[in-house]
């Protein structure tokens, strides 16, 4: 059951069982093995659902998108469809999707509550097993009705993948607009399709490197408010802001740690160097976590906050090092040509997102954790920042394209690069974690 944030809405899921008795064949359920190397999209059929109007085709058209923009799922065009689903409920005539190759089939029904909430209803099944494999129902207020398309990809997804989807997010980014020399930059935050933009802030003052809190309701990011760069708490929904300290010289590069409970940034000294401190958020007490004479900067934590990965040019150029929580073990893992920069943990803790420039390119990689494996899955002109959806199976990062940057998503395989639309350019994505 998921409840969305309070007080916007809530909801409810409880699963959809059939009345009918439909035999259980031989062969398994359909699936897809999402850890082989290439994997064939799954050919899916998604009907419209019935009901609500215009809406039932509104939500189809989402999850459909979802599905697509993934890269596992082949939505086959409903022009093909030859059955045509007047009761959701009812089993469907299996032969007819097997005629069209649909390996799987999603059908689903909207509808108005008494009490004005919305009821949407999917069933997924396995046309050529001959049974359903999933079935849910979920009631939200009309301003969440995406979020229900989402939510319902997602499940389609974790049913047919075994993993969680990562559909129902949100991404926090710098919204640029303007004259490319008196650019105004803006905190805005969307749904992770481009959908449903909202800013944070007035673009009075240049703002950089938002990220969220495990918590979900909140970020800090560096704003030039002052002069100097600062780093700022900003809740999300109440808007209430709170500078994290008013340190001496430069802080940049915060993030949370996985527990919400400390930030970790860099610190910029009079002379030049930066080091990085954590700060507990309760006590406000800071931790030196490297001593040297380098440029240490870009920390983030490992998902079991037991590490921090960053980047030092101690080294004579930028590479990555890991430590422990607490400073210790510090030891460089990337041995590759160039310079490296932005390095993120992967929220499944397997491996470490990276920017590279070598040879005249910016290149957005993945690398294991001890730094071997190094796999480049994108290069371009200019391109950098990358950040993790929430599965740790896709990365979305922002390009210079045509004049500004973009936000562009690519998965694991490097084969699937997907535009994320957004009405002006776009910077410094930062993804959330799967709401709630």
Do not use: C
């Amino acid at each position: 059951m998921r409840s969305f944030l309070k007080p916007l809405l809530t909801i409810a899921a409880m699963a959809l069982g059939m009345t009918a008795v439909v035999p259980m064949p031989a062969w398994a359920l359909v699936e897809l093995n999402v850890n082989k190397g290439n994997v064939e999209p799954l050919p899916i059929a998604i009907t419209d659902f019935q009901g609500g109007d215009a809406l039932g085709a509104q939500i189809s058209q989402i999850v459909t998108a979802d599905l697509k923009r993934s890269g596992l799922f082949a939505p086959i065009d409903k022009s093909a469809f030859i059955e045509k689903i007047a009761n959701p409920d009812a089993t469907p005539r299996f032969d007819d999707w097997k005629v069209i190759n649909a390996q799987a089939l999603v059908t689903g029904s909207v509808s108005k509550e008494a009490d004005g909430r919305i009821r949407a209803q999917y069933r997924l099944w396995d046309t050529f097993a001959g049974q359903q494999m999933a079935g849910e129902q979920f009631f939200a207020n009309d301003a969440n009705q995406r979020r229900v398309a989402h939510i319902i990809a997602d499940a389609i997804y974790e049913r047919l993948t075994g993993e969680k989807g990562y559909f129902d997010t949100r991404v926090v980014f710098i919204d640029e607009s303007g004259a490319k020399n008196a650019r105004k930059k803006r905190l805005a935050i969307m749904d992770q399709d481009g959908a449903n933009i909202r800013y944070l802030s007035d673009g009075r003052s240049i703002v950089l490197t938002p990220r969220f809190s495990p918590n979900r309701q909140e970020i800090t990011y560096m704003s030039y408010e002052s002069g100097q760069p600062r780093v700022y708490l900003l809740q999300i929904e109440t808007g209430q802001r709170e500078l994290v300290s008013n340190f001496p010289g430069m802080t940049f590069a915060p993030r949370f740690s996985p527990d919400g409970q400390k930030v970790i940034m860099s610190l910029l000294r009079d002379d030049g160097n930066s080091n990085i401190f954590a700060m507990d958020l309760r006590s406000r007490s800071t931790t030196r976590l490297t001593n040297s004479t380098a440029i240490d900067t870009s920390p983030s934590y490992s998902p079991d906050g037991s590490k921090v990965v960053f980047t030092s040019d101690r080294g004579g150029r930028a590479q990555i090092y890991v430590m422990g929580a607490d400073g210790s073990g510090q030891t460089r893992i990337s041995f590759g040509d160039g310079v490296y920069s932005t390095p993120v943990w992967s929220p499944r803790g397997d491996l470490i997102a990276f920017t590279k420039q070598s040879g005249g390119e910016f290149q957005i990689g993945v690398m294991k954790t001890d730094g071997s494996g190094e796999r480049i899955l994108s290069s371009g002109f200019q391109q950098e920042g990358p950040t993790w959806a929430p599965n740790g199976r896709v990365l979305m990062f922002f390009r210079d394209s045509n004049g500004g940057p973009k936000l562009v998503s690519v998965d694991l395989t490097g084969r699937n690069e997907q535009p994320i639309p957004t009405a002006n350019f776009a910077s410094d994505p930062a993804w959330s974690p799967l709401l709630e």
